[in-house]
């Protein structure tokens, strides 16, 4: 594969940008290759600057559900942009976008919509703190929720009940108040929650951990959250960053049946373009500026471009219910595909999905939680990736990333996908 301008431009880049990336995962390090920069991208087809074609199943991290330059959400775009690109100023996209979101989230009574699930996160928690007075919060190892400082952690020494910070730069003091308990085991929240419990402000949790590869909630893991919380009056916030508008149009919470105080969400909901949401009951929302005491704001919050292209994106996916029965059982296509691989190889394959969401593992544990998760062996997911893309499939540069099926994706393209898998 000739990737001779890709080489270039990131050699070039590396001069004046962090890694030459501008978000690490993008910098193909854990797959030990050069990363590919993409040129243009339509249906579930992406093309990098060397000219070389690939069916894409990063879609982004998420929000190409539609796939790449969705018609009718470029038409809307196109139009949107020829009326200015931003004003800093209400606009009715907004309150259309907010009302779409609240049919569509019943938990979600007011939204405040935002320009990264970072700020959606970061802002949910803020008013989380402010509406119960307390400052604890309770994170899960493994899952991700952007990189505001206080959920930059990893498990303390002392287990899980000291969070120290997982990044440099973020000084101890900002991440005290984080607790960090293990996905899918009731004890480590239960014994956090009898110590911490009247202090806990909320636990935030991905209702489907995507971001060290897809585990799955297990054993009324997520119901048990949700009574746990209303026992000692504190918020459950599902980080639907992802989920949203992707296991269904009600997102995690109307799959599982679990309604969250609060939801964060963004991807799909901007449709491609820089936007996101945080939301829940008012009374919570009603704590936010410039109703409440919990400032919070944004020069390009709710900005018309975005939520033109998050409009369009939900129209579509509102009228097309099919959709999603689409791309689940073009998933189980894939995920059957890989795990037969398991087999042709001789190097076990463990793959996690739920709908369009799916990740394939390299162990032969079942994962069901961080620890499992991460037993995964990187050097044959590195090998994997590499074959795939040597074979003109794209999937996630990194085991600790999701694999996403868009409506773009054919029949074809699931034939061919699977035909690569199944090479030796
Ligand atoms: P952003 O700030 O990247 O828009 O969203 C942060 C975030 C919050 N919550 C969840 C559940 C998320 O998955 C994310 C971001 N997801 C990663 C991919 N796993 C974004 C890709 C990247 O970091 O480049």
């Given at each position: 594969m000739n990737t001779k301008r890709s080489k270039e431009l990131f050699e070039k880049s590396l001069e004046k940008i962090p890694g030459g990336v501008n978000s690490p995962v993008r910098a193909f390090r854990s797959v030990g290759r050069t990363p590919l920069f993409i040129h243009h991208a339509a249906g579930s087809r992406i093309t990098d600057v060397d000219g070389n074609t690939f069916i894409d199943y990063v879609c982004s991290w998420g929000p190409g559900i539609l796939g790449h330059a969705h018609p009718q959400v470029i038409r809307a775009v196109q139009e949107a942009c020829s009326r200015g690109l931003t004003y800093g100023a209400p606009t009715e996209n907004e309150l259309i976008l907010a009302e779409m979101i609240c049919e569509a989230m019943p938990s979600v009574e007011k939204v405040r919509l935002v320009s990264s699930g970072t700020e959606a996160v970061m802002s949910a928690i803020r008013t989380a703190r402010g509406y119960t007075g307390r400052d604890y919060i309770i994170k899960f190892k493994g899952n991700y929720h952007g990189h505001s400082d206080g959920l930059l952690v990893k498990a303390g020494s002392a287990a899980l009940t000291t969070a120290v910070p997982d990044s440099s730069g973020v000084p101890a003091s900002y991440t005290e108040n984080t607790l960090v308990a293990l996905y899918n085991d009731k004890e480590s929240v239960q014994e956090l929650m009898e110590k911490y419990g009247e202090k806990v402000a909320a636990i935030i949790v991905e209702p489907v951990a995507a971001n060290m590869g897809v585990v799955l909630p297990e054993n009324g893991f997520l119901k048990f959250l949700r009574e746990i919380t209303k026992e000692y009056g504190a918020l459950l916030i599902f980080d639907e960053v992802i989920t949203g508008f992707r296991?269904?149009?009600?997102g995690a919470q109307e799959y599982f049946g679990i309604h969250p105080d609060m939801t964060t969400m963004g991807k799909i909901v901007g449709g491609g373009m820089p936007m996101a949401a945080y939301g829940g009951r008012k009374e919570i929302m009603d704590m936010v500026s410039p109703v409440g005491p919990v400032y919070q704001a944004g020069?390009?919050?709710?900005?018309p471009i975005a939520t033109t292209a998050g409009i369009e994106t939900l129209k579509i996916l509102k009228a097309h219910p099919e959709y999603y029965r689409e791309i689940d059982e073009k998933a189980a296509k894939i995920a059957a595909a890989l795990e037969k691989r398991g087999e042709i190889t001789g190097i076990p394959v463990t793959v996690n999905r739920v709908g369009s969401l799916l990740c394939a593992f390299f162990t032969d544990r079942h994962v069901g939680d961080y620890d499992s998760a991460t037993s995964s062996d990187l050097q044959a997911y590195a090998a994997y990736f590499g074959h795939m893309l040597e074979g003109g499939i794209y999937v996630?540069?990194?085991?600790?990333e999701a694999m996403f099926v868009s409506a773009a994706h054919s029949d074809e393209d699931i034939e061919r996908t699977c035909q690569v898998i199944l090479e030796r």
């Open positions: 296991l269904g149009y009600g020069t390009l919050s709710g900005n996630a540069p990194s085991q600790y």
